[in-house]
């Protein structure tokens, strides 16, 4: 009896262990996360099918990450709207990049961070362009840390008052989907 326990105690160990690694691997889908239809609806924008960018898996000691872009398609160049959106997931059980960190990176880039208050476990967004053609970059942390969000865009026109409840609100529902 005990040899039977024993072994099934070693087979739950080893189902646990695989099922670990399985859930370490899933992949993470940004388009699934931020999807064409949200962009339209907060936006008031047609856009185009997201195109997932090169995913990075997951180890056990390595972060995984996952991008989405859309484009809005328009007669000028100078009109198009550009929106990304990109996952990173810390392995289980480690907590990723502390909303300080991801700050003190953004003003090494010149860029002032500016807090989002109530979004997620912390937000913050800087323009990393400048006034007259911004680029946006909402960043947000989740998950008890586990997960870092960047909602980012590409000839979005408008002043931040506008732009930054726009993608909060793009953030939040996706947060919502992890």
Request: charge should be positive; charged fraction near 15%; include cysteine.
């Amino acid at each position: 009896m005990k040899r039977l326990l024993r072994a099934f105690a070693t087979l739950a160990a080893g189902a646990v262990t695989a099922l670990a690694g399985l859930a370490q691997a899933q992949p993470m889908d940004p388009c699934a996360l931020m999807r064409k239809a949200d962009l339209e609806t907060v936006l008031s924008r047609n856009f185009e099918a997201g195109v997932a960018g090169p995913v990075q898996a997951g180890t056990a000691k390595r972060a995984a990450v996952a991008s989405c872009t859309y484009t809005s398609p328009a007669p000028q160049p100078r009109d198009l709207l550009s929106v990304s959106f990109m996952v990173r997931r810390s392995p289980e059980g480690m907590k990723g990049i502390s909303l300080e960190t991801a700050k003190a990176g953004a003003a090494q880039f010149k860029a002032t961070p500016v807090d989002v208050p109530g979004l997620g476990d912390g937000a913050y967004w800087i323009n990393l362009n400048t006034e007259t053609s911004p680029n946006y970059q909402l960043n947000v942390m989740a998950g008890g840390g586990r997960y870092w969000l960047i909602v980012s865009t590409f000839g979005m026109r408008l002043e931040p008052a506008k732009a930054i409840p726009m993608l909060s609100t793009l953030a939040r529902t996706a947060v919502s989907r992890l």
